[in-house]
């Protein structure tokens, strides 16, 4: 009974833990919208992973977290931390040959995908009710995707990114979770943010003809510095760390399906700080949303 009751707090610990970490991710898309008005996506991402890499450093440096290379299988942990940067030009260039809004509701089949990844790969078999409560959460996000505006035009080229980015962002979290295994949470935050900082430093500069002055000029803008900070310390260290913690403790569906707190965060973000429009089926959507993960979250896997 004391065995079960300890592993129950663990895993409530994790759950708190990527909770948080997908609050924080949530607002991430408010930042994000503020420092493009001085910067493009590259730069932005370049300067945002530098800094994030470099807090990380000094955590190593001060001895608050350390590396233990012995008899581990780097070469994986490198391949998933690839997955990060490609992820985000999928999603970018999936949304230049769509709209914002169509990205949405293809990207909320990720928890969906995730859970038929596990059960092939990990033996993470979902409960019945799982599976239901999972579908009800991206029901949810998929209203609050498509209120306020029309789906657009797009191109079949942008349909397959997104659908590669679904697929890539759902084989991330599975390979995560496998990984946590071996690796420990700051390991792999380490090596993803290292990967992400030289793969957009070097597309920044190349975007900028090599010029480091016209590249990084906005750095020195309050209006670009003030949210990437914060883009750097709580959406990409802190959130990376907890939410690494809580992929080795939980399931994946469970791990996806706690990633559609982003969305609501993010209609929240834009509706307190950036006065955006509240419509009926955002809040219906919202409620689904934590409807499902509700239900997800208190119920074991088979």
């Known amino acids: 009974m004391g065995e079960k009751t300890e592993r129950e707090k663990k895993v409530g610990l994790a759950i708190l833990c990527v909770c948080i970490g997908q609050v924080?991710?949530?607002?991430?898309?408010?930042?994000t919208r503020m420092a493009l008005n001085y910067a493009g996506p590259n730069t932005l991402l370049s300067v945002r992973f530098t800094i994030a890499f470099f807090i990380l450093m000094g955590m190593l440096a001060t001895g608050k977290c350390e590396f233990s290379p012995v008899k581990k299988r780097w070469k994986r942990l490198v391949a998933l931390a690839i997955m990060e940067p490609v992820y985000?030009?999928?999603?970018?260039?999936?949304?230049?040959?769509t709209n914002a809004t169509f990205a949405g509701v293809i990207l909320s089949i990720v928890p969906v995908i995730a859970m038929g990844m596990a059960t092939v790969t990990l033996g993470e078999y979902p409960a019945k009710k799982q599976v239901v409560f999972c579908v009800v959460s991206v029901f949810g996000v998929i209203l609050i995707t498509?209120?306020?505006s029309s789906m657009g035009v797009w191109k079949p080229i942008g349909i397959?990114?997104?659908l590669l980015t679904a697929v890539s962002c759902a084989v991330y979290r599975t390979a995560n979770r496998y990984l946590a295994l071996e690796f420990s949470p700051f390991e792999r935050t380490f090596c993803v943010l290292l990967v992400s900082m030289v793969f957009f430093t070097v597309m920044a500069l190349q975007t900028a003809g090599w010029d480091v002055a016209a590249c990084?000029?906005?750095?020195?803008?309050?209006?670009?510095l003030v949210p990437v900070l914060m883009l750097s310390v709580f959406c990409s260290v802190i959130s990376n760390m907890l939410v690494n913690?809580?992929?080795?403790?939980?399931?994946?569906t469970k791990l996806s399906t706690l990633a559609n707190i982003q969305t609501v965060c993010s209609i929240f973000g834009g509706i307190v700080f950036l006065q955006e429009p509240m419509t009926t089926m955002t809040f219906v959507g919202s409620i689904l949303i934590f409807v499902g993960i509700w239900n997800v979250t208190k119920v074991k896997s088979e």
């Open 24 to 31: 924080l991710w949530g607002f991430s898309f408010m930042f």
């Open 88 to 97: 985000f030009l999928l999603e970018t260039y999936g949304i230049l040959y």
């Open 146 to 148: 498509v209120s306020g």
């Open 160 to 162: 397959v990114l997104l």
């Open 216 to 224: 990084y000029g906005p750095v020195f803008e309050p209006g670009f």
């Open 245 to 252: 913690y809580g992929a080795g403790k939980i399931s994946v």
